[in-house]
């Protein structure tokens, strides 16, 4: 009978050996991260990590995104070092000078400030890798000559004697056999060509949004992070490279959601307060609410509003 294996205990600081930071591959890779320090870029890391408790405490806005709690204090002791870096980090990956990874947003005194961790992906398309111009010429003395003068003239060997190794053709495009550039998932509109934004800056997007809706105003007669958190929904929407938006349980093409949201104005959101306002039903997910009712508000407000007059009539 063979004999179990023993297996040793852990010691010390041993059990601490499989926890780890995980920095994402593209901020280090991508172009578009270059300019960030390494340090912010290990900050990135630990604010992500910090996401897992966001779950455990439910840290969640009214409109289901998530945001963590992380002082100037800690982010010095972790990192080891004083105020003004600790400061300076939180700037260069903060919304307003910096590249736009997090977004803090201050609740007054005495308390913490939130932190909105953001997506480091964009779904913006990469460009196209340049197809190669020329085949590849082999060298092998398997082959005889070049494939280039192969092509020119005959050849001497007849073709069924030819190594196995002749037979199959050099791959063309040897760079998409990099695991980089290997789909994880297919489409599911894969005739469709890509959609693309008009807007290449999210800040740019947001504030034509609010002159559209007249945000100062709103904000007057309705609570701010609720007006905000709509305004960052419609700026997703907008956005967004994907094929279709999830709205009232159908996929719509995302084309057609964003001319909706790009008709909308004061009294449109003034419509869809009003509606949650009155709602009495229990809302589980207001995300999907408040898409839904952002996209029926042109065709839907006038008919509201029509028999409420009815109403008070009757």
């Not at 190594?163 to 489409?187: H, M, V």
């Not at 929407?237 to 349980?249: E, F």
Request: charged letters at 25%.
């Amino acid at each position: 009978m063979s004999m179990a294996p023993t297996f040793d205990y852990y010691y010390g600081d041993e059990s601490g050996q499989f926890s780890y930071f995980r920095i994402p591959r593209q901020l280090v890779t991508s172009d578009q991260f270059k300019r960030l320090s390494t340090d912010a870029k290990l900050l990135y890391g630990l604010l992500l990590d910090r996401m897992g408790l966001s779950a455990k405490n439910g840290w969640y806005d009214r409109l289901g995104r998530v945001f963590i709690y992380y002082t100037l204090d800690e982010i010095q002791a972790d990192l080891n070092c004083g105020h003004d870096k600790a400061t300076k980090l939180l700037v260069e990956l903060d919304v307003g000078k910096g590249i736009g990874l997090i977004e803090r947003v201050r609740q007054g005194q005495g308390k913490p400030t939130r932190i909105y961790v953001k997506r480091f992906t964009t779904g913006q398309i990469p460009p196209q890798l340049k197809e190669p111009q020329d085949f590849p010429i082999s060298s092998s003395p398997e082959c005889g000559k070049p494939a280039a003068q192969a092509a020119e003239n005959p050849q001497s060997r007849v073709r069924q004697y030819r190594t196995p190794e002749c037979e199959k053709t050099a791959g063309i495009y040897p760079d998409f056999n990099q695991t980089d550039f290997s789909p994880l998932e297919q489409s599911i509109y894969p005739s469709s060509p890509p959609q693309t934004s008009r807007w290449t800056d999210r800040s740019d997007c947001r504030k034509e949004i609010e002159t559209q809706i007249e945000f100062s105003y709103l904000c007057g007669q309705f609570n701010y992070e609720d007006v905000d958190g709509v305004v960052e929904l419609m700026v997703d929407a907008l956005c967004s490279t994907r094929p279709s938006v999830r709205i009232g349980g159908e996929e719509i093409p995302v084309g057609q959601v964003q001319s909706r949201f790009l008709a909308l104005n004061s009294s449109h959101m003034e419509y869809v307060f009003d509606c949650m306002h009155r709602n009495t039903t229990q809302i589980r997910n207001i995300r999907a609410y408040l898409l839904t009712a952002l996209y029926n508000a042109p065709v839907t407000m006038s008919n509201y509003y029509q028999a409420e007059v009815q109403h008070d009539l009757g």
